[in-house]
């Protein structure tokens, strides 16, 4: 059974930083492309940033020098660091893990958690 179980979320002031972690099983995480993803409300889901099996990072414009995603292919978790959090960084963080082998495609997503910017 495959598992994707994010934590971290929270209440933050802006300004202020929070760091989502994504805890995965039942996949062998480090073939996968790893990713997070935000949706709020009212706007259709939007990638955050992604990182590949060999490490190589993608950031939304909106998030680049602010957030740094990483994985930790021992713990099968990635993270993402966010820093200098914005209101408009309000959103529920969704965690996913995706590769796709000769067209099939493997696309996994978490629950969710709330991050909310707000003084």
């Known amino acids: 059974q495959v598992q994707l179980v994010e934590s971290g979320g929270g209440l933050v002031q802006p300004g202020g930083s929070l760091r989502l972690s994504c805890a995965t099983s039942g996949i062998s995480f480090t073939i996968y492309t790893a990713g997070w993803y935000r949706q709020a409300p009212g706007k259709q889901r939007e990638l955050v940033a992604a990182?590949?099996?060999?490490?190589?990072?993608n950031y939304a414009d909106s998030v680049k020098g602010r957030f740094t995603i990483s994985r930790d292919d021992v713990k099968n978790t990635v993270y993402l660091q966010m820093n200098s959090l914005k209101p408009e960084d309000t959103a529920v963080y969704y965690c996913?893990?995706?590769?796709?082998?000769?067209?099939?495609?493997?696309?996994?997503w978490g629950q969710g958690t709330q991050v909310t910017v707000s003084s």
């Open positions: 990182i590949t099996s060999g490490g190589i990072t």
């Open positions: 996913n893990a995706n590769r796709v082998v000769f067209n099939r495609e493997f696309d996994y």
